[in-house]
């Protein structure tokens, strides 16, 4: 029997990481999980933050409570919306002032109620914790014979506080999954590093730099690919590789798939219904 999750794609998704949506939706039946699409979500306020820290909140507040009137967790597979959700969960039950000011005044108005019960699912832990790595093992057809560096992004793993998917200093739950499907891995010392993703919109040049040296990093290691779980890690670590290898004056040759592409790969499944046509990276060197 599936389970159904409700899926939240932030803004970043479905506007321009077409890949990463598709091979969602491609893999999760097959894994147990049904994704439920679910209607007047909105902007979960992440950019508000520093700016408005209670227009972030009701945003991410009123996205939690549809999901819990229509009795769904949540599957959100932006690390900085899965982010902003916790955090507003958290604050909300920590501040009895916020809390009513967001659920009982503000929320009135649209006829939302929330309680606070929903779970709230990123790629990561939904994958490692609730389906399993064994599941992932056995759904394997293809496995994939490929050395795979991992990037799990700022916002997966940090902060601490805030009941992120996998632990700051040392996470492992990607190297669990890709060795689940055929791959190997290992750590290598910018790992944990900064992409630069959240620094397009304000400082591009800084931004590219940072996706250079990252994809440098990795590939002077000689790791086969990158595997990514973030949109705005997607955004400058394959849409903008050439871009970034101008800014550090290097050749960069490095392909990089959302964790779920990988997964869909193993699988057996077509690359062009995984998305991967449309990944900017030179994926098709080792798809051949």
């Not at 900085?80 to 039950?93: A, G, I, N, Y």
Request: with cysteine; glycine share 8%.
């Amino acid at each position: 029997m599936l389970k159904k999750i409700g899926l939240y794609p932030g803004c970043v998704i479905p506007t321009e990481q077409y890949g990463y949506e598709m091979s969602i939706r491609k893999i999760m039946p097959e894994l147990g999980i049904e994704i439920i699409d679910v209607d007047n979500i909105s902007c979960c306020g992440a950019p508000f933050k520093s700016i408005n820290l209670v227009m972030q909140s009701y945003l991410s507040a009123r996205n939690l409570a549809i999901f819990e009137m229509k009795g769904l967790d949540i599957f959100a597979p932006c690390p900085q919306c899965h982010l902003s959700l916790t955090e507003t969960k958290q604050r909300l039950e920590n501040s009895s002032e916020l809390r009513e000011r967001i659920t009982s005044r503000l929320m009135e108005e649209e006829g939302l109620e929330y309680k606070g019960d929903v779970k709230i699912y990123h790629t990561l832990d939904l994958l490692h914790d609730l389906v399993g790595t064994q599941v992932l093992k056995e759904k394997v057809k293809r496995p994939l014979e490929w050395n795979i560096a991992c990037h799990y992004g700022c916002h997966t793993i940090r902060y601490t506080g805030a009941d992120r998917p996998d632990t700051a200093e040392h996470p492992s739950k990607m190297e669990s999954i890709i060795t689940a499907l055929g791959g190997t891995t290992s750590d290598y010392s910018e790992k944990l590093n900064c992409c630069g993703g959240p620094l397009m919109t304000t400082h591009r040049d800084s931004a590219l730099t940072k996706a250079g040296e990252k994809l440098k990093a990795v590939q002077d290691r000689g790791f086969d690919a990158l595997a990514i779980v973030c949109p705005l890690g997607g955004r400058v670590l394959d849409s903008k590789q050439d871009r970034a290898a101008g800014m550090v004056g290097e050749k960069l040759n490095m392909p990089v798939f959302y964790l779920t592409q990988l997964i869909g790969i193993a699988m057996g499944k077509e690359p062009e219904s995984l998305g991967l046509n449309l990944n900017k990276s030179p994926v098709n060197d080792l798809l051949r």
